[in-house]
């Protein structure tokens, strides 16, 4: 039972990541294979300060930030002049971002793995001798992710900024008839995907695994796949990607070998894609002669 | 001109070209100025080489070749080996893990093999001396057997170097991992009898062996507590394995972990387990276990397997020698005074060091490759070991056995190996090998050319 | 230079074969030059560049992406290596041509669920093929050796060219000469189907898929079969070079062909040239020597190699390159002489606003 929480916890992360890339392919149609890589950048520069002390809370907020602003540049500089180019372009275009990225934070900070030290304790609850796998670090976890998915989804839905951003990804010349600055929105969708991202990256540089150069790639493997899963235009089809990835690595590293683990997203990636190769959670394209 | 004549000027060309550059090609490279035909020897100097991790994850093996390369210098300083000056050449392989792991500094492209196709094919190396690495040194044995290149004292306790019949100029030099963990069940067995056992190793020889040391010596671990992870994923946290394996271990009321893996991965371990609140007893191997490393993350210290004097007293006279060689070395040992530390991996290096020299001293003036191995598998070498160091023709492992150690977590730098009182035990890698029990460490006398 | 485009315009087979013929050897010749060390580094290369031919193909005239060519290398370096273990004395050729099928075979297996995908899903299968490639070495350890992987034993020099070297190195220098040829060799084989497949039936009717797959089902063409087709075709010649690459390094374990080789060699391909053969050639030469090229650049810019910047620099340089050419110059190094081909009208674009600005 314990292994719930666990395989929930890590498949938030991946629900997070994958949320960040469904709001960019709504809004831009660019799959963002740099999302992680920029999500850690953030993590590097909000974290820099935190061995002299500085207060988590505040690392946490500069990452966020960081990467909100990090995502509109990467938008402005290296997506806008793609637009109109064959869409192999871009994924090229974001795939040498993501080396460069990688490569540039372990020429400046080191590729030594650091520690930064959680607001929360790690250690594992115990119930009756059990060892269950839950501790008020996952608890946070938790918390933080379903809180930052809810505002998301409430921005979104409540507020007339999403309904600007929902209006610019569906019918852009309608809404820019209407007078939203659709250009604006679609960095503005950047922005939004980098902050999610960025939180997902606080939170995995704050566990067990620590901040270097490479720790977002696992995830992001992840967060793709359910993505793809998912369906990439549906956000909630992303979410339950990311949960079922994780339950299902979760499951085979308990009951089989913790080498196999990384083989769920995939076992789960191949079904899902035989069976609909759209997604799970799209609706039905029409094709278009 | 027509198609046809393009055609058969282009073919006559190709044809002419092809047969003058094959003509060519001996002449050219011919080299002109060797005054002798075994490569890396000339009548006054001997180049070696070593593929080392000198960064990224294991670069706290980086003082092991760097006290090698100071009782070289030792040496030299005295007029050489008969009269040859001894040069080391030790270029940084990231534990061939370069590609992974982004504390490397040798280059993304760099692999223990293209590293050894320097040493060998531009710097013509005499032998390999020290390459550290299980995995990394098993992949480049077939290029240097295949150019006859002698792989000698490899830094690795995989049973991969004791094959004389397949690799005759390969050569080993701690005790195999299969021994160590022989003589860990022996261990577990008077200590711990009873308890539950579990095994944390790399995904490598270097697990592998351990492990299996470990059943043929009589340990019973289940299965599911014997856990392995890919050291490339570990650096890239690609699986979350190591992790996972400690959460397993704990779930599973593990009570005695056997642990194979470097420093910089045993730390991780040991922090990993600390944070969650685990606390079994650890037995770790020797080649990560290095005191300055493991005490500061261990609050009750943990088991390993020592083959060397304690450094912290001046009972073994080698111990006092090194100090000075390692003073003598500021380019490699910066600050060393009387009061630094000499840790695990200084007198490993210089005891490699030492083999190599007195093997070259014992061969005599006329230095080849064949007639340094016959003369390494035929004299007894004397060493820092706590016990002898014998090659023969079909021994090519090194040392065999040690005595169980405590490492101590006393929070200060000082590495403190308990003193070997316990008893040293000697075996062999065959399975059912007993164990041989050597009452007390044997000191070995310094040869006065070294003094 | 022009030789080289030619190829592609030669009418006949035979034409085409002495173009290949003197090129390889005019590159043979070269390397005689070269000091050992820069020849295994080239022979490497030429292993890459059969690699990025085969993925320039997918990409370029088929129009379909992977991203699991590391995958398919993979394959065929594991295929080649199990194979010599247990039957050392059989031809290279044979070893190789195993390779190939084992290599085309993956790629059938990952062409069945995906042919039907488009742009970012098939992206995502290729990318799972590619990660699932080092759990399963790792695991089954029986076929693979696990962890540590397999060595083969080195290329064996045969004598009668041992003797055309002498001299104190002349083993060493033998054998590194011998290993460069031999991959020279292979790459020149493998680049001469390649010309001779664009010209073929199939080559056609790749790149009309590519460009209006309605009209190419309209004209016959079966989608899924010459979807097939294209990733076996890019696969057999992954697991070609993946041999190759294992051949010459004598070893390989899970490690050898991770996910970031796939990246690279996308990166290569759209630096030589996507959808050329002279782009493939430039991106093999380009990974024979980046780790020199790294080198002068950190010495012309002041940067010391062994700080962490300087060891960086590698990745810093190619992920800045990628991204300059893809904005700037997206059709590689080979696009930029020449008269300007006009691209094909390309299948996809960004949905998106082309009033942007």
Request: neutral net charge; charged residues 10%; proline residues 4%.
């Amino acid at each position: 039972m314990h292994n719930v929480f666990a395989g929930l916890a890590q498949g938030l992360l991946y629900s997070l990541l994958a949320l960040s890339l469904v709001i960019i392919w709504q809004s831009t149609h660019v799959l963002n294979f740099a999302q992680g890589a920029m999500a850690m950048f953030a993590t590097y520069v909000g974290m820099t300060e935190i061995e002299h002390g500085v207060n988590y809370w505040w690392c946490v907020i500069i990452s966020v930030t960081v990467g909100v602003l990090f995502g509109g540049l990467a938008e402005r500089v290296l997506i806008r002049p793609l637009y109109g180019k064959p869409e192999i372009n871009a994924i090229v275009v974001m795939v040498g971002f993501l080396g460069l990225i990688e490569a540039f934070v372990a020429g400046i900070w080191t590729g030594v793995t650091r520690n930064i030290p959680p607001p929360f304790s790690q250690i594992f609850f115990q119930a009756h001798g059990q060892v269950i796998l839950l501790s008020p670090f996952v608890i946070f976890q938790f918390v933080l992710a379903i809180s930052i998915m809810l505002i998301a989804a409430a921005i979104f839905r409540f507020t007339k900024l999403g309904l600007q951003l929902r209006a610019s990804a569906l019918a852009p010349e309608v809404a820019r008839l209407l007078g939203v600055r659709v250009s604006r929105m679609l960095t503005i969708g950047w922005m939004f995907s980098a902050g999610v991202g960025a939180v997902a990256a606080v939170i995995i540089a704050s566990g067990n695994f620590g901040l270097y150069p490479t720790n977002m790639n696992g995830i992001f493997v992840a967060g793709f796949i359910a993505a793809v899963v998912g369906g990439l235009d549906s956000p909630l089809g992303a979410i339950a990607g990311g949960l079922l990835i994780g339950l299902t690595e979760q499951f085979i590293l308990s009951y089989w070998s913790a080498n196999f683990a990384s083989l769920g997203g995939i076992i789960i990636l191949v079904l899902a894609l035989m069976i609909r190769p759209q997604g799970i959670f799209t609706k039905n394209v029409e094709r278009r002669v | 001109m027509s198609k046809r004549r393009v055609r058969r000027t282009i073919t006559l060309l190709t044809a002419s070209t092809l047969a003058l550059g094959i003509a060519s090609s001996g002449v050219l490279l011919s080299s002109a100025g060797a005054s002798s035909s075994t490569p890396g020897v000339t009548s006054n100097s001997i180049t070696i080489g070593a593929s080392v991790p000198l960064s990224g994850i294991a670069s706290s093996y980086a003082p092991v070749s760097a006290a090698a390369n100071a009782v070289f210098k030792w040496i030299d300083s005295k007029g050489g080996v008969n009269g040859r000056k001894i040069k080391y050449i030790r270029l940084d392989d990231c534990y061939d893990l370069a590609a992974v792991d982004a504390s490397c500094t040798a280059g993304a492209s760099t692999t223990t093999l293209s590293v050894n196709k320097v040493l060998v094919a531009q710097d013509h190396v005499f032998a390999t001396v020290g390459s550290l690495g299980t995995q990394a040194e098993e992949s480049v044995m077939n290029y240097l057997k295949g150019n006859g290149v002698p792989q000698l004292f490899v830094a690795s306790g995989s049973i991969a170097w004791n094959n004389p019949k397949k690799y005759p100029d390969l050569f080993g030099y701690q005790p195999s991992y299969v021994m160590e963990g022989k003589i860990f069940a022996r261990y577990i067995k008077t200590n711990d009898a009873g308890q539950t056992v579990g095994f944390i190793g790399q995904g490598d020889d270097f697990g592998a062996d351990g492990y299996l040391g470990l059943v043929d010596g009589g340990a019973t671990i289940a299965s599911q507590n014997h856990l392995t992870y890919n050291p490339a994923d570990a650096i890239t946290g690609a699986t979350s394995d190591v992790q996972a394996d400690v959460a397993t271990l704990q779930a599973n009321k593990v009570q005695v972990v056997v642990l194979d893996s470097v420093p910089g991965f045993t730390t991780g371990i040991l922090e990993i387990a600390h944070a969650l609140g685990y606390t079994p007893k650890w037995i770790i191997s020797s080649v990560g276990s290095d005191p300055t490393l493991v005490n500061t993350v261990l609050e009750d210290g943990a088991t390993s397997l020592d083959y060397f004097p304690a450094t912290n007293s001046n009972a073994n006279p080698w111990v006092p020698w090194l100090r000075k060689v390692l003073e003598a070395d500021p380019t490699d040992f910066p600050g060393f005074s009387a009061s630094s530390v000499i840790s695990g991996n200084d007198i490993y290096g210089a005891g490699y060091a030492v083999a190599f020299a007195e093997t070259l001293k014992a061969e005599g003036k006329d230095v080849t490759r064949g007639g340094f191995v016959k003369t390494l598998e035929r004299t007894t070498l004397a060493t820092p070991s706590i016990e002898p160091l014998r090659y023969s023709g079909g021994n090519h492992q090194g040392l065999t056995g040690g005595a169980i150690a405590g490492v101590v977590a006393n929070g200060t730098n000082a590495p403190q190996y308990a003193l070997p009182t316990k008893t040293i035990f000697t075996t062999t890698d065959a399975a059912n090998a007993p164990l041989t029990v050597v009452p007390k460490p044997i000191v070995q006398q310094i040869p006065a050319w070294l003094k | 230079m022009d030789w080289i485009r030619s190829l592609r315009s030669q009418d006949t087979t035979h034409s085409r074969f002495l173009v290949v013929l003197s090129l390889t050897v005019l590159v043979l010749l070269i390397t005689i030059f070269l000091p050992p060390v820069a020849d295994s580094q080239l022979a490497e290369g030429a292993a890459i560049a059969i690699v990025i031919l085969g993925l320039s193909w997918l990409i370029g005239w088929s129009g379909q992406i992977s991203l699991g060519n590391s995958g398919f290398m993979a394959v065929g370096a594991y295929a080649a290596s199990i194979w010599a273990q247990h039957h050392a004395t059989t031809p290279l050729v044979f070893t190789f041509f195993l390779a190939i099928v084992m290599g085309s075979l993956s790629g059938l297996i990952i062409a069945i669920p995906s042919t039907r995908l488009k742009g970012p899903y098939l992206a995502g299968m290729t990318l799972a093929f590619s990660a699932a490639i080092s759990p399963i070495a790792q695991n089954f350890t029986s076929v693979t050796g696990g962890e540590n992987g397999q060595f083969l034993n080195e290329l064996a020099t045969p004598k009668w060219f041992l003797h055309l070297f002498h001299g104190q190195n002349a083993a060493i220098n033998a054998n590194a000469q011998w290993s460069c040829d031999i991959a020279i060799v292979v790459a020149g084989v493998a680049f001469f189907f390649m010309a001779n497949l664009f010209h073929s039936r199939t080559g056609r009717a790749m790149r009309l898929i590519r460009d209006n797959d309605v009209a190419a089902e309209l004209v016959g063409i079966n989608l899924t079969l010459t979807r097939s087709v294209a990733f076996m075709i890019a696969a057999g010649f992954a697991g070609l070079g993946g041999a190759l690459y294992t051949i010459l390094n004598a070893t390989v374990n899970p490690s050898t062909f991770p996910l970031t080789l796939s990246i690279t060699l996308l990166t290569l391909m759209v630096l030589g040239g996507i959808g050329t053969l002279s782009g493939a050639v430039i991106g093999g030469i380009i990974y024979s020597f980046s780790s020199n090229l790294v080198d002068h650049i950190n010495a012309l810019t002041g940067v010391n190699p062994d700080s962490n910047l300087g060891a960086n620099m590698q990745g810093i340089i190619f992920g800045a390159l990628l991204i300059l050419t893809m904005l700037f110059a997206p059709r590689g190094i080979a696009g930029l002489w020449g008269p300007l081909r006009r691209l094909k009208k390309p299948h996809r674009r960004l949905v998106t606003n082309q009033e942007v600005k």
